[in-house]
């Protein structure tokens, strides 16, 4: 049993047993003076009886040490695993994750799989990372190493991922038959009721639309559908939805891609995973394109360049980080080499730091005034969108900045009653204040902008206040035509939305239709006219 299924196993175990059976290793392990066996079981006592992650992390540390200390080769593997493994998934830092896992690979070299038994799986694990770093000349002989190593049933799955990344891999650099190979043999490994059967068919069909074959790629990307779902895979079905509206958009067939369109969009919310959005708004963009609709194609293509940005900015911040960490772990390197010598040539160890010192200065003085640059920047959009915040957190108090002129506001809704009904009509100051509250407050609170078709006419029958009142006071109290004044109300809930970190995985979409806009068009061009950002941008600057 390998590692992992050793925890998980332990896992499923209350804390009174957890207990029990942590005292019987510790026991066995001191009647034959198995220290090996003990320090599996420090191991899995760490997760057991830490919850903070912080302080699993440094009794993890301790225990490396420990494994350095008596040359235990099999915990060291083991520990540096865990290490990597919490800096990856609890920690989110993929290059210091990287480290850990770079420092198995000369132990790994030496070991087999019976004296280690997540040797496949760490191989996978290093050729994923590879893999995500887009390292594919590293990635593929990772992943090779954990197809070759001869595992039990248990840990199939492993062959199975492994050469489906490779799959993956030789398609982003365009060698189409040799991702087929990789697909192909998926398909002849895994068992005719395993979901892989159904992975390694979708993937097969992407590789048929990237060569133009789409009717052999929607006939395969259809059968999958359902026993994908089948499988609880939402997150694959929408893959093959957005490969399926491409290909019924380059036919031309508009109603069989928006369908697959809908689709797409179904079973991204159902997964939660949004990494098929990078390919299913551009597709959209080009649909209403197609649809003669400019401003809702421009707008998908604003998402799709938001939705690319983001991952880049995500991956582009990992290399600097793995960067900053070869960068350090080399200085201190450098610096250890520096003091061995020091005895014996002082003087040249002298101009080789002063060398090294003023090219880390030179280095550091360069990033940091390149990292000033950037922070200005992001300090002039996060104001910004503060600023915009602290007016949501007003009560109505619009801000010059964010109003439209007073030349823009429309012809008030008075202009044909007659000069004695206006007179009738006139309104103390007092009494449009009042009103102005009232009228506030209702809206607010039973949320009556969110309807799409609000006018003025079902907001006087909503309120019982005439309408010729409504008009007046609006434009007259707030100097603004009242459509203006409803998307001020709009907007505001919108930007508490966006600011809201349980809605970030909502779309844009979703968004526009619980503030009360009818479209995504009208969204953004209304939400950039008073904030002076477009939902995206306040979004990554909130």
């Given at each position: ?345 002082s003087r040249n160890y002298r101009n080789n730091f002063l060398l090294i010192s003023l090219f880390t200065i030179v280095l550091l003085l360069l990033l940091s005034y390149t990292g000033w ?90 309120t019982q206040i005439p309408k010729s009142h409504l008009s007046k006071v609006i434009n007259q109290g707030l100097h603004i035509n009242f459509k203006t004044y409803i998307n ?55």
């Amino acid at each position: 049993m390998g590692y992992s299924e050793l925890l998980t196993t332990i896992a499923r175990l209350d804390s009174v047993q957890m207990v029990a059976e942590l005292a019987k290793m510790k026991q066995v392990a001191l009647k034959h003076r198995d220290l090996n066996l003990e320090l599996e079981a420090d191991i899995i006592e760490v997760f057991v009886r830490y919850k903070d992650k912080n302080d699993q992390l440094a009794a993890l540390n301790a225990l490396y040490d420990k494994s350095l200390q008596y040359d235990i080769k099999q915990m060291q593997m083991r520990v540096l695993y865990w290490i990597g493994e919490m800096y990856r998934t609890q920690f989110d830092n993929m290059p210091m994750a990287m480290n850990y896992f770079e420092q198995m690979k000369p132990l790994l070299a030496k070991m087999t799989s019976s004296e280690y038994p997540d040797h496949s799986f760490t191989y996978y694990k290093l050729g994923e990372l590879y893999y995500l770093f887009r390292d594919y000349r590293q990635a593929i002989p990772m992943l090779r190493k954990a197809i070759e190593v001869h595992v039990p049933v248990v840990t199939f799955r492993i062959n199975l991922t492994a050469q489906n990344t490779i799959g993956l891999i030789y398609r982003e650099q365009g060698q189409l038959d040799s991702s087929d190979y990789y697909f192909r043999a998926v398909l002849e490994q895994a068992s005719q009721d395993s979901v892989w059967q159904w992975i390694a068919r979708a993937n097969l069909a992407k590789n048929h639309h990237l060569r133009g074959e789409d009717n052999e790629a929607a006939t395969l990307l259809k059968d999958g559908i359902a026993p994908l779902l089948a499988y609880g895979e939402a997150r694959f079905v929408a893959g093959s939805c957005c490969t399926l509206a491409a290909i019924y958009l380059g036919k031309r067939d508009f109603r069989q891609a928006h369908h697959y369109i809908k689709l797409a969009h179904q079973y991204i919310r159902e997964s939660g995973n949004t990494i098929h959005l990078r390919q299913l708004y551009p597709i959209e963009s080009k649909y209403y394109a197609y649809m003669g609709q400019p401003a809702l194609a421009a707008a998908f293509i604003d998402s799709a360049i938001a939705v690319q940005v983001d991952h880049e900015n995500r991956h582009n911040a990992l290399l600097l980080l793995q960067v900053e960490q070869q960068h350090f772990l080399s200085e201190q390197r450098a610096k250890n080499e520096e003091l061995a010598l020091a005895e014996v040539e002082s003087r040249n160890y002298r101009n080789n730091f002063l060398l090294i010192s003023l090219f880390t200065i030179v280095l550091l003085l360069l990033l940091s005034y390149t990292g000033w640059l950037y922070y200005q920047k992001r300090k002039a959009y996060h104001a910004l969108a503060q600023r915009v915040q602290q007016w949501v957190l007003s009560r109505f108090e619009l801000s010059q900045q964010f109003l439209p002129p007073c030349e823009e506001v429309v012809e008030s809704t008075y202009e044909n009653v007659l000069p004695d009904e206006m007179e009738q009509n006139q309104l103390l100051p007092g009494e449009v204040e009042s009103i102005l509250q009232t009228l506030q407050t209702k809206i607010e609170r039973e949320r009556l902008f969110a309807d799409e078709q609000l006018t003025l006419e079902k907001l006087a029958k909503v309120t019982q206040i005439p309408k010729s009142h409504l008009s007046k006071v609006i434009n007259q109290g707030l100097h603004i035509n009242f459509k203006t004044y409803i998307n001020e109300f709009r907007v505001r809930e919108a930007v508490k939305l966006l600011s809201d970190k349980q809605f970030d995985n909502r779309t844009i979409d979703d968004i526009a239709a619980r503030a009360g806009f009818a479209d995504r068009s009208s969204f953004y061009r209304v939400f950039k006219k008073v904030t002076g950002l477009s939902p995206s941008e306040f979004k990554r600057n909130r």
